[in-house]
């Protein structure tokens, strides 16, 4: 059965940093595309930044990059968002999803409903 699980949520000050997991079951992430997403209160979800699974390709949304870092451990079937100088209006729940294949790049731009969702970790950034 595939599935993810994020981790790694909490409150932290503006301008702080912390660093979300998403641990992948049931499939070989050598095979798959991991992307991140999150909700703010009131607001659509969007994309934050994917990789894929086979070279570690990666994309990120323009609003995080230089700040993010995306990165994986195949051996532990786990992807890694770093979040550095993070603002209060990146509060919101963080959700990662799977989908086959070196897809990163249109996971981020198009995600869907039969990709495979975790159900999500909290972030919350204030001071």
């Known amino acids: 059965q595939v599935q993810v699980v994020e981790s790694g949520g909490g409150l932290v000050q503006p301008g702080g940093s912390l660093r979300l997991s998403c641990a992948a079951s049931?499939?070989?992430?050598?095979?798959?595309?991991i992307g991140w997403f999150r909700q703010a209160p009131g607001k659509e979800r969007e994309g934050v930044s994917s990789?894929?699974?086979?070279?570690?390709?990666?994309y990120y949304t323009n609003a995080v990059k230089d700040r993010f870092i995306i990165s994986r451990d195949n051996a532990k079937n786990t992807v890694y968002l770093q979040m550095n100088s993070l603002k209060p209006e990146e509060t919101g729940v963080y959700y990662c999803a799977a989908r086959y294949g070196p897809t990163a790049y249109m996971l981020l731009k198009l995600p869907a409903p039969s990709d495979y969702w975790g159900q999500g970790t909290q972030v919350t950034v204030s001071s």
């Open positions: 049931g499939f070989t992430l050598d095979d798959y595309a």
């Open positions: 990789i894929n699974g086979d070279d570690g390709t990666a």
